[in-house]
Nanobody, 123 residues
Framework: QVQLVESGGGLVQAGGSLRLSCAASGRTFITYAMGWFRQAPGKEREFVAGISRSGGSANYADSVKGRFTISRDNGKNTVYLQMNSLKPEDTAVYYC????????????????WGQGTKVTVSS
């Protein structure tokens, strides 16, 4: 049983930065692969970034490579998404994701979702 709570969303101008956080609670004494997806109004949910259990490897959607960085602090059961050089196209609700026995990658089915945090990038 896992609960995920995102925070850090908000309104930012194009070119600005935000850092999202996702805190896991519940049965979290074992770390799992985690990541982020996003969903813009009227569009389907899409993969953004994923990170391994140890934090030793990460993967990103092509649209955010070089701009976003995913990291985790296993002592705090928290994963982060540092978003730099934000574009209006990044506007979406961002969802934290956790998989118990597989990587968080593009196309993956997710075991647990957070409630989402909204990011709005103005032009």
């Amino acid at each position: 049983q896992v609960q995920l709570v995102e925070s850090g969303g908000g309104l930012v101008q194009a070119g600005g930065s935000l850092r999202l956080s996702c805190a896991a609670s519940g049965r979290t004494f074992i770390t799992y692969a985690m990541g982020w997806f996003r969903q813009a109004p009227g569009k389907e949910r899409e993969f953004v970034a994923g990170i391994s259990r140890s934090g030793g490897s990460a993967n990103y959607a092509d649209s955010v490579k070089g701009r976003f960085t995913i990291s985790r602090d296993n002592g705090k059961n928290t994963v982060y998404l540092q978003m730099n050089s934000l574009k209006p196209e990044d506007t979406a609700v961002y969802y934290c994701a956790l998989n118990s026995n597989q990587a968080v990658v593009a196309g993956a089915r997710v075991d647990y979702w957070g409630q989402g945090t909204k990011v709005t990038v103005s032009s």
